[in-house]
């Protein structure tokens, strides 16, 4: 009885649109390239007070990123701007984005093709799919807000760091991310440091990154609550919506059908056939309301007859219940038998 009470209860369609967020699933640390410049993540950071966008490419094996300043943003201009990269570094096998219209539309996905890159979209509305480059963006933007707080050229100031950061010794790798990039140091100010690195090898680059991104996983997963995801491919789901006032509920009234889930990234249909691709923190399982005439009828117990003369004692005079005394046996512990009682 006790599990179809529970059962029926989280069944209530109001308190599932209600409910709290679930637990996001553990994180799946991206896997080290094999090289410099082959694995990308590009992003647009703006726009700016002037108006400006910035473009920002962070190649994945040794965290160098290069960045370009531009007030277009169409399909066009970003095609220009990775042509002038890809001439200088060689074209990658793959990029990684979120969803801008110009990241994909058909110009940008059939350049992608015709120089055989692969692209890969993270899931919507969910920008720590994307994390190697929105930190990077994170960075940028605080430069950029002090170049303007002290009254400086922000451009300026932004290649200063841009020079700073190349040269030191990533926390994740160990190495700078130009020297990794390049095969080579890099020439700075600060000569006497230069002269105490020793050359690098890429096992022991790689051994670090992994261990890194281990420890940073125990640390977040354990910090977040992360939870394994339950979800399989049938289920009737719930969807987070955007909330516009107090009153409004965070999921979305109508049930959805999951249709696909890979990794943390699921697809859920709605009940009109749209597709529609969220991450597993979007979304909770549904328990289907049980009407009352699906609830099992627990049977009664048997009536007892009375034997008592009910004629003698009225059916509403208090019943005295019967004292018991105990039968239990008393005895002395058998350090008092010695002793006469």
């Known amino acids: 009885m006790d599990k179809e009470v529970e059962k029926y209860v ?40 002037s108006g400006q966008y910035v473009l920002v490419v962070v190649d994945y094996y040794s965290r160098y990123y290069e960045i370009e300043i531009t007030k277009d943003i169409t399909s066009e201009k970003i095609i220009d701007i990775l042509e002038g990269m890809f001439c200088q570094h060689g074209l990658p096998l793959q990029i990684t984005s979120d969803n801008g219209p110009q990241f994909i539309s058909k110009l940008f996905k059939d350049y992608l093709t015709d120089n055989c890159i692969k692209h890969r979209a993270v899931t919507p ?16 933007m605080k430069r950029i807000r002090i170049a303007q707080a002290e009254s400086k050229n922000w451009k300026t100031e932004v290649r200063k760091y841009l020079f700073a950061y190349r040269t030191t010794p990533h926390n994740t790798t160990g190495v700078p ?27 022991g680059v790689r051994d670090k990154d992994v261990y ?19 979800l399989e491919p049938g289920d009737s789901v719930l969807m987070k919506k955007a909330v516009k006032d107090k009153m409004d509920t965070p999921y979305h009234a109508e049930p959805y059908k999951l249709v696909q889930k890979t990794g943390n990234s699921c697809v859920v249909k709605s009940s009109e056939g749209v597709l529609v691709k969220r991450n597993s ?61």
């Not at 080290?32 to 726009?47: C, S, V």
């Not at 920008?127 to 190697?132: D, L, V």
């Not at 990794?180 to 890429?202: A, C, H, I, S």
């Open 177 to 203: 991310p130009a020297e990794l990039m390049f095969r080579r140091k890099l020439r700075t100010k600060l000569l006497q440091v230069e002269n105490l690195q020793e050359n690098v090898y890429d096992e």
């Open 281 to 341: 923190e979007f979304v909770r399982k549904y328990q289907e309301p049980e009407s009352a005439s699906d609830i099992p009828e627990t049977p009664s117990e048997p009536s007892v007859e009375s034997t008592d003369n009910s004629d003698d004692v009225p059916s509403s005079a208090p019943v005295t219940p019967k004292l018991r005394r105990s039968t239990r046996i008393r005895k002395l512990p058998q350090r008092l038998e010695d002793f006469e009682m």
């Open 212 to 230: 890194s991104k281990y420890k940073n996983k125990l640390y977040i997963d354990k910090k977040r609550g992360a939870v394994d995801c339950d």
């Open 10 to 49: 989280k069944s209530c369609h109001g308190c599932q649109i209600n409910s709290a967020f679930p637990n996001p699933e553990p994180i799946s640390p991206t896997p080290f390239p094999t090289g410099p410049w082959q694995e990308l993540a590009i992003d647009i950071l703006g726009p700016l007070t």
């Open 125 to 140: 509305l969910h920008p720590s799919a994307n994390g190697e480059v929105e930190r990077q963006n994170r960075s940028l």
